[in-house]
């Protein structure tokens, strides 16, 4: 046998080999993370549905999850996805909360009052907005050349 055709067939063995050890790892914490699951758990599911675990029946690999009060579905084991971290909340003295201001509003200003803001109307279409430019500009670039 040629040297190189040994060499080849290690290579593919040990990329073999890093993929299969990965993709056993993935597996294994998949596994340890659904083997701990516990009742008043927040999770989410393989389809995005989120709830809290209510029952776990070990024999049926069965799980139990409520996601709103008095709604409760059965879901397999494998269907969970992970655990969902609660949300964390902002202290309500925070002022961080305001949204920022935006280049060109009413905000922008600190001299307007926020009462001018409410006052702002946005129409529904395009169709009340009027044209600007003149007809015979409508063919030319910015650079004032003609487009065709």
Same mark, same amino acid.
């Given at each position: 046998?040629?040297?190189?055709?040994?060499?080849?067939?290690?290579?593919?063995?040990?990329?073999?080999?890093?993929?299969?050890?990965?993709?056993?790892?993935?597996?294994?914490?998949?596994?340890?993370?659904?083997?701990?699951?516990?009742?008043?758990?927040?999770?989410m *599911?393989?389809? /995005?549905m989120?709830?809290?675990? !209510?029952?776990? #029946?070990?024999?049926?690999?069965?799980?139990?999850?409520? =996601?709103?009060?008095g709604?409760?579905?059965?879901?397999?084991?494998?269907?969970?996805?992970?655990?969902?971290?609660?949300?964390?909340?902002?202290?309500?003295?925070?002022?961080?909360s305001?949204?920022?201001?935006?280049?060109?509003?009413?905000?922008?200003?600190?001299? *307007?009052?926020? /009462?001018?803001?409410?006052?702002? !109307?946005?129409? #529904?279409?395009?169709?009340?907005?009027?044209?600007?430019? =003149?007809?015979?500009?409508?063919?030319?670039?910015?650079?004032?050349?003609?487009?065709?």
């Amino acid at each position: 046998m040629d040297i190189s055709f040994i060499l080849i067939l290690a290579l593919a063995a040990g990329a073999m080999f890093l993929m299969t050890s990965r993709t056993r790892k993935q597996q294994r914490e998949a596994q340890n993370f659904r083997a701990t699951l516990a009742p008043g758990q927040e999770v989410m *599911t393989g389809s /995005g549905m989120f709830g809290t675990i !209510v029952d776990v #029946d070990e024999e049926a690999d069965v799980i139990t999850i409520e =996601s709103t009060p008095g709604n409760q579905s059965r879901w397999l084991r494998a269907a969970i996805a992970k655990l969902v971290d609660p949300p964390v909340e902002e202290p309500e003295g925070d002022e961080s909360s305001e949204p920022a201001a935006v280049y060109g509003s009413a905000d922008a200003d600190p001299s *307007t009052s926020k /009462g001018d803001v409410d006052d702002l !109307v946005v129409p #529904d279409d395009l169709s009340g907005l009027t044209d600007d430019g =003149s007809e015979k500009d409508r063919g030319r670039r910015d650079d004032g050349t003609d487009t065709k």
